[in-house]
């Protein structure tokens, strides 16, 4: 199994702010990881995959990078629209696993 | 428009059974592997079974292998999970989700989750 760790757990930070979130891997994973964004009451939504590719419809303002054991999710210009929890998966093995996420809220 | 609508989720008590549909629209069904992902209340995301496009492939997390089995009807154009032997660290919102081509992609689409309560 490919365990997964998240920093920081919470982030507080204020609209225009750039903000960057840390996934680290028990092993490699190449670039078989994604990010999802989840507000309160819905389903995830992916945000970027392949590590640092962007899914179609998300804001440029996110950006991804990383590969092997350490992973970042960058937003550059933080918007209201921003606040939510954030979690790395890999889907490099069975079983998939997630992080436990990052709560990002208003400062 | 890709449209993934869960349904039969509730209450059940620890050693029951229940059933999870998951009806899929908007794409082409049988050419994408399906996946069930679960979140117990105030949790994080737990991914679940995964299902390629015939059912000739089934990967489990290890905690419901032997309780729960996934599968599928391509004619139906819809994705199932049956829950055996029930336990109350079951409870969860279950979703259903699209992971493309491969066995190995993330989850582009899903669905807007059903609640699974085990409590006696």
């Known amino acids: 199994v490919i365990w997964m760790t998240q920093s920081p757990s919470l982030l507080s930070a204020s609209t225009g702010d750039r903000v960057t979130i840390s996934c680290r891997m028990s092993?490699?994973?190449?670039?078989?990881l994604a990010w999802y964004q989840q507000k309160p009451g819905k389903a995830p939504e992916l945000l970027i995959y392949a590590a640092s590719t962007l899914q179609s419809g998300v804001p440029s303002r996110f950006s991804g990078s990383g590969s092997g054991t350490d992973f970042t999710l960058t937003i550059s210009c933080l918007q209201s629209e921003d606040f939510a929890t954030y979690y790395c998966?890999?889907?490099?093995?069975?079983?998939?696993?997630f992080g436990p996420g990052t709560k990002v809220d208003i400062k | 428009e890709v449209q993934l609508v869960e349904s039969g989720g509730g209450l059940v008590q620890p050693g029951g059974s229940l059933r999870l549909s998951c009806a899929a629209s908007?794409?082409?069904?049988?050419?994408?592997?399906m996946s069930w992902v679960r979140q117990a209340p105030g949790k994080g995301l737990e991914w679940v079974a995964n299902?390629?496009?015939?059912?000739?492939?089934?990967y489990y997390v290890d905690s419901v292998k032997g309780r729960f089995t996934i599968s599928r009807d391509n004619a139906k154009n819809s994705l199932y999970l049956q829950m055996n032997s029930l336990r109350a660290e079951d409870t969860a919102v279950y979703y259903c989700?699209?992971?493309?081509?491969?066995?190995?992609?993330?989850?582009?689409?899903w669905g807007q989750g059903t609640l699974v309560t085990v409590s006696s």
């Open positions: 908007g794409f082409t069904f049988s050419s994408y592997w």
């Open positions: 299902i390629k496009q015939d059912g000739s492939e089934k």
């Open positions: 998966q890999q889907y490099y093995s069975f079983p998939f696993t």
């Open positions: 989700a699209r992971a493309e081509y491969s066995g190995y992609d993330p989850f582009d689409y």
């Open positions: 092993q490699g994973i190449s670039s078989y």
